[in-house]
C-alpha cells in the first residue's frame, strides 16, 4: 500500500511526528539540512505526509511557526502541483519498479539553477523499488550533490536499499506512535473507541493504515480473505483457484496487505496456542483444525509465518517477483499444514 498524500492543501506533520518535525526544521532553520534525507518505518506513519510538509516548509517564502505559511507565492505554487523547485519521482503505476531512466532524467532538474534562488527538492518514493541500475544512477547524484537540492527518499523497507546509498542519507526514522496517541487521532478522524482500537490492532500500531483497514469495503476483503483460508482448511477449496481469486486483489487492497492480515491471523494463532489465550472464533476454528499435539502443531505454524514473512519483504523490497506463482505456493503450504 502507498500512503497517498492527503490532499492539494499545505500538509503539516502528524502528531506522532513532532519530535522528527522539530528536529529537521531546526536543521533546516540553521542552514545545516543534509543533501539526502531517509524517511523510514513501517508502512501506515505518514512518511510521505512528513516529506510534504517538509517540502512544502522548504519551498515557502514565508515560513510561520515552523510551517509553510499557505499563502505565499510558493505555497501557491505547491498548492497548484506546478512548483518549478519540486520534482516527484514514482513508479508509472503502482507496485511498478522505479526505472533507471526516471533516475537518469533527473539530471537536468539536478544541474540548473533555482529561479527563486532556493531549495531544490527531489521526492522520491517507494525508495526501495528502485532496481540495481535505477539504486546506482541514484547514487551517483548522492556522491556529487548539486548545491540546495535536497533528496528525500521514502521507504517502508531500508533493507531493501543499497548500503551505499543509505550510508550517504540521514535517517529519519518513524517508530509507531504510542498506543493512546493513535487512539486519539483514530477517533478524532471519526472512529468510535471500539473500531479505532480493533483497526489499531490489525494495523501493528501504524494509525493510517489503522484508519484504512476501518473502512467497510476493507473489511469486507479481509472477511472474504479469511473466508477463503478457512475453506482451504477444510479442504473444501483447492490452492490453485483461491490463488487465482487473490492474485489481483479487490481496488482498495493488494498483495502485500493480504499477506499482513494473514500474518496478524497467524500470531493470534501462535499466541492462542502457546498461552492458552482465547483469540477471535474464526482464528480458534482455524487452530483447532490443525492436526497433531501442541508441540507438533507449533512448529509448522512457525514455520509458515517466516514463508510469509519472506513473501511480503520480497513484494515491498523490490525484488518484483511473479505474484501469481508468489500466493499459490503460499496457498499450497497453508492447505499442506491440515492434510
Not at 506522532?16 to 523510514?40: F, K, M, N, T, Y
Not at 526516471?102 to 544541474?111: A, C, K, P
Not at 531549495?119 to 548522492?142: C, H
Not at 548539486?146 to 548500503?163: E, R, W
Amino acid at each position: 500500500m502507498s500512503e497517498a498524500p492527503d490532499s492539494p492543501t499545505i500538509p503539516s506533520p502528524l502528531p506522532w511526528q513532532r519530535e522528527q518535525w522539530q528536529r529537521l526544521g531546526a536543521q533546516w532553520r540553521a542552514g545545516r539540512c543534509p543533501h539526502a534525507l531517509l524517511l523510514s518505518g513501517p508502512e501506515g506513519l505518514g512518511k510521505r505526509r512528513f516529506a510534504e510538509a517538509f517540502a512544502a516548509l522548504a519551498l515557502c517564502e514565508q515560513p510561520r511557526d515552523g510551517l509553510a505559511c499557505g499563502g505565499c507565492r510558493g505555497c501557491r505554487l505547491w498548492q497548484a502541483g506546478s512548483h518549478p523547485d519540486f520534482l516527484r519521482v514514482e513508479p508509472e503505476k503502482p507496485g511498478a519498479p522505479l526505472k533507471v531512466q526516471q533516475i537518469r532524467d533527473l539530471g537536468g532538474f539536478v544541474s540548473r539553477t533555482s529561479g527563486r534562488e532556493g531549495a531544490r527538492l527531489v521526492w522520491l518514493a517507494p525508495a526501495e523499488s528502485m532496481n540495481v541500475n535505477a539504486a546506482n544512477a541514484l547514487l551517483k547524484n548522492l556522491e556529487e550533490p548539486s548545491a540546495a537540492v535536497i533528496f528525500l527518499l521514502i521507504t517502508d523497507a531500508p533493507a531493501g536499499l543499497l548500503p551505499t546509498i543509505r550510508s550517504r542519507c540521514q535517517s529519519v526514522s518513524f517508530p509507531p506512535p504510542q498506543r493512546p496517541v493513535a487512539l486519539r487521532w483514530l477517533q478524532e478522524s471519526g472512529l468510535d473507541e471500539t473500531a479505532a482500537d480493533r483497526a489499531l490492532l490489525l494495523a501493528g500500531g501504524t494509525p493510517l493504515r489503522a484508519l484504512q483497514l476501518a473502512d467497510p469495503q476493507a473489511s469486507e476483503t479481509r472477511a472474504q480473505f479469511l473466508s477463503d483460508l478457512t475453506a482451504l482448511a477444510s479442504a473444501e477449496a483447492s490452492a490453485v483457484m483461491v490463488a487465482g481469486r487473490w492474485e489481483a486483489p479487490p481496488e482498495g487492497s493488494d498483495l502485500s496487505q493480504l499477506l499482513t492480515f494473514w500474518q496478524h491471523w497467524l500470531a493470534q494463532m501462535l499466541r492462542a496456542r502457546s498461552c492458552d489465550l482465547t483469540a477471535d472464533p474464526h482464528i480458534m476454528a482455524l487452530l483447532q483444525r490443525l492436526p497433531g499435539g501442541e508441540e507438533a502443531a507449533l512448529r509448522p505454524l512457525f514455520a509458515f509465518y517466516d514463508h510469509l514473512l519472506q513473501a511480503r519483504q520480497a513484494l515491498v523490497g523490490g525484488a518484483n517477483p511473479n505474484k501469481r506463482l508468489l500466493i499459490e505456493e503460499l496457498m499450497i503450504r497453508w492447505a499442506k499444514l491440515y492434510a
